[in-house]
T-cell receptor, first 113, second 113 residues
Framework: QKEVEQNSGPLSVPEGAIASLNCTYS??????FFWYRQYSGKSPELIMS????GDKEDGRFTAQLNKASQYVSLLIRDSQPSDSATYLC?????????????FGTGTRLKVLA | DTEVTQTPKHLVMGMTNKKSLKCEQH?????MYWYKQKAKKPPELMFV???????INESVPSRFSPECPNSSLLNLHLHALQPEDSALYLC????????????FGDGTRLSIL
């Protein structure tokens, strides 16, 4: 059974701090990794994609991938109250020749003003 | 604004009704997905279409019937649903290469009376 694990939280950080969200996955052959942000009652919104080991930065967001440890993380710098949401980790996995996401359970982030 | 359009945004139906959810994308994506999402849970994959052919059915009850009339459209036909089918139904699309991310529509909030 292919799995993606996240701490469900809530993770509470003060405004302006760095929020660190973590995800581990079991499928060693996965090649594509994604972070989505989902506000309550809304649909998931793509934040970051990462495919290679190392760091990828986009504005206040940095995704980190370590395939040897099967670990992907998301750092949010200068956290804002508007960042309060559930963050979903998704790993692309092959099933009968078709690709599909394996989602983590999501981490709820609260940024305190 | 999302590039994946879902209609209707809200749907209330009785257990004996027949209705359809619609999804449209014009990004040239050849993979399309239906998800069901309950509150405080990650999206749960229902169906995957790849090049207009059903490639994954995650053991979904037959009261849900998907259809992909062409590469831009995806329908989900509903019949004799149960109250536990009340949820947010999400459509997504992506390239079929297993690398690019999925893009989600805004979803249809379905309530079964």
């Amino acid at each position: 059974q292919k799995e993606v694990e996240q701490n469900s939280g809530p993770l509470s950080v003060p405004e302006g701090a760095i929020a660190s969200l973590n995800c581990t996955y079991s499928d060693r052959v996965s090649q594509s990794f994604f972070w989505y942000r989902q506000y309550s009652g809304k649909s998931p919104e793509l934040i970051m994609s990462i495919y290679s080991n190392g760091d990828k930065e986009d504005g206040r967001f940095t995704a980190q991938l370590n395939k040897a440890s099967q670990y992907v993380s998301l750092l949010i710098r200068d956290s804002q109250p508007s960042d309060s949401a559930t963050y979903l980790c998704a790993v692309n996995s092959r099933d009968s020749g078709t690709y599909k996401y394996i989602f983590g359970t999501g981490t709820r982030l609260k940024v305190l003003a | 604004d999302t590039e994946v359009t879902q209609t209707p945004k809200h749907l209330v139906m009785g257990m004996t009704n027949k209705k359809s959810l619609k999804c449209e994308q014009h990004m040239g994506h050849r993979a399309m997905y239906w998800y069901k999402q309950k509150a405080k849970k990650p999206p749960e994959l229902m169906f995957v279409y790849s090049y207009e052919k059903l490639s994954i059915n995650e053991s979904v009850p037959s009261r849900f019937s998907p259809e992909c009339p062409n590469s831009s459209l995806l329908n989900l036909h509903l019949h004799a649903l149960q109250p536990e089918d009340s949820a947010l139904y999400l459509c997504a699309s992506s390239q079929a290469d297993g690398v690019q991310p999925q893009h989600f529509g805004d979803g249809t909030r379905l309530s079964i009376l």
